[in-house]
């Protein structure tokens, strides 16, 4: 290689000129000489400044052209072999320059079972990259499902789920997308699956999407199996089911959690069957086309033991707003009604969607409006008349059943919104040994059921407290019927706003606790001053009922009737004491006729049961006089100039002289003295309190 130089001629000559011009000159050969070597970079030979001829191979030399060229190892070799240092000069097994390596085109590992792979930290084992992947669960992309919601993944869900199930548990992903299947497999007889989904159910963006393609059955079948564990999963399927659960835990499950799921435009949603310790936290139920949110039942052979519900939610809405008991209707022919009014017909519930005249023929809405997706179910309108209608629900849903051998359920935190019921239990099978028992909810809230609060048919032991059950349309808040067993306990409770009575205790279940708790503003709609804060039917016995407010809220305003409604009958062991009673409709406490002769009703403001009696004769010598269930002042006087003693549990207290003189008696409830006299009986005036 060279390099032409061309240096400057001296035009004049001085000591000056000369000193400047002879240093620049051997600058610019210095700089000719170092192009030459190549250590610039520059040309004529573009090599990079860090290599030079002495200490690094001459790079990208060409193949010899010539007997006078440089020869490479491959020109006079064949099939040459090269060792390569097992560490380079930047640290690296194979040398790389050091620096930034760019990747580039398709790279292609093969045998990843043999590379390897330690963890960090002391007493780390080496395994392959193989093995670790598999450490983490299998995908059910592994097996090529496709979450665009139109590909039928159920061969690649099923293969994924053999991966598990053959590798004895582990962790089914099903990552962001929407997945349709005809079928989940059903998982038997199995311990330790995980089923993990990700993503948000809300807006436009959901997670991970299962859509069920079939019209009928259960969808994911969990059977005798332990440990299970399913998160973050949204349940939507493609078309309008008539019957099946999404999801069910059956054949002797137990210990098992459904986290963080949601379910909407299903027909029913959860069935545990004889299984025990199921716990379902943060679910959400919405826009149901069936009867069931959660059923917790079992079966005489087996039976349900411990259910735990925390944060569950549910709502059925109302697709015009909100409604009020003045929007429920009844529909007839030819009738004019207003858009957001509802009516209960033909097993659905409706609400209008625009004013007009009903049809002049036929029975009104009825079924589900034309179309196939079950989200149309709720967006499209039925025509009747000049009116439209939306289909708002069955008028069965009920948002949580306890049914038959089903024990031990606890509900924390749990809503219920609109529906029908929010929480029933019954006894289908009625063996008499099969009705469930020791139910438990706690800081639950129900709002606008059209039917029913809490409504016990059956069962024995439920225990309420710091519960919110208001605005039932139609009915009562709490219902103890006679089918109950009994040990109702009703504490710290927010029982407000239903159609109904607050609280019904039927004629049977006993004992009932109620403490307090505030029972307000009851009776709502047309049935103002008609039903009451609690109504003890004919002949109810052993309740309890201390400490509670009864009547207007604080924001004023009350429909009931009475505080206290106790009906007239056989009941006894009834105690109602130290309960706010006023600012009812019709009066504190009313009380029919009871022949019992253990019940107490003292200090409950608001209520004044008699007060000053007319006086009246004793009878026959020696005459006994009781209190009532409330206390009693009682002034006695003889009537004529004859003595009498009066004598309480066998000890006088009191001799009776001289027909002015009044002896007064304090009584409690029931609580009673004796009255001996010879020849004229005395007389006495009680003050009733």
Known sequence: MSINVTLPQLSTLNNTSILSQTNSNFATIQTALTDAVSRSGQSPNNMTSSLDMNNNQIINLPAPSTVNSPARLIDVVSNPTITV????????????????????????????????????????????????????????????????????????????????????????????GTYRLASFPTISNSNNINIKGEGAFFGTTFGSTLRHTSTTGDFIIFSN???????????????????????????????????????????????????????????????????????????????????????????????????????????????????????????NIYQCTQNGTSSG?????????????????????????????????????????????????????????????????????????????????????????????????????????????????????????????????????????????????????QPTLITGSLIANNSGGTSVGLNHGISIAPNASHITIVGNRIGANSLGGNNQGFGIFFNSGSSDFVIIEGNDVSTNVN????????????????????????????????GASPFTVTAGMTPETHYVRQSATNTATVTKGGQQIATLAGATTYYTFELGPNESYVTTWATTAPTFTKDVH
């Open 225 to 347: 199996c332990q440990q299970i564990t399913m998160e973050d999963i949204y349940f939507i399927p493609t078309v309008r089911q008539t019957s099946g659960y999404q999801l069910t835990f059956v054949n002797q499950c137990a210990n098992s959690i459904v986290r963080r799921c949601r379910m909407d435009f299903v027909y029913n949603g959860i069935l545990i069957m004889d299984s025990s310790n199921i716990n379902l936290e943060y679910i959400q139920l919405r826009s149901f086309l069936g009867t069931q949110g959660i059923l917790f039942t079992g079966t005489a052979a087996i039976g349900s033991f411990g259910l735990y519900l925390d944060h569950v939610t549910s709502d059925q809405p109302y697709p015009v707003r909100s409604i009020i008991f003045s929007d429920i209707k009844t529909w007839t022919q030819s009738t004019a009604f207003t858009a957001g009014q509802v009516i209960n017909n033909n097993g």
């Open 361 to 509: 023929v036929g029975t009104g809405p009825a079924g589900f409006p034309a179309g196939s997706t079950p989200d149309s179910v709720f967006s499209t309108n039925i025509t009747d008349g000049t009116c439209l209608w939306k289909f708002v629900c069955n008028n069965s849903l009920t948002w949580f059943i306890n049914d038959n051998y089903a024990n031990s359920p606890t509900l924390i935190s749990c809503q219920w919104l609109n529906g029908a019921i929010a929480v029933l239990i019954q006894d289908t099978a009625n063996t008499g040994t099969s009705f469930p028992t020791f139910f438990v909810g706690f800081d639950c809230g129900s709002d606008h059921p059209f039917a029913g609060g809490y409504v016990l048919n059956a069962g024995f032991s439920v225990i309420l407290t710091a519960c919110f059950i208001g605005s039932c349309l139609t009915n009562n808040g709490v219902l103890a019927s006679t089918g109950f067993k009994g040990e109702l306990q009703i504490s710290n409770c927010r029982i407000e706003g239903n159609a109904g009575n607050g609280v019904l205790l039927q004629n049977g279940p």
């Open 85 to 176: 240092p097992g560490t380079g000069t930047s640290g690296h097994t194979v040398p790389f320059l050091d620096g930034n390596n760019t990747w580039s085109g398709t790279n292609t590992f093969n045998n990843t079972t043999s590379i390897p792979f330690v963890q960090t930290g002391i007493g780390a084992v080496a395994k392959t990259v193989d093995a670790k992947l598999k450490d983490f669960w299998v995908s059910v992309k592994d097996f090529g499902a496709v979450g665009d919601d139109s590909t039928d993944n159920t061969t690649a869900f099923t293969n994924a789920v053999n991966a598990v199930l053959a590798n004895g548990g582990g962790t089914l992903f099903i990552p962001h």
């Open 587 to 618: 009066g504190g406490i009313t009380i029919g006729t009871i022949t019992g002769t253990h019940n107490v009703i003292k200090d409950n403001p608001g209520y004044n049961p008699v007060g000053v009696t007319a006086a009246a004769t004793m």
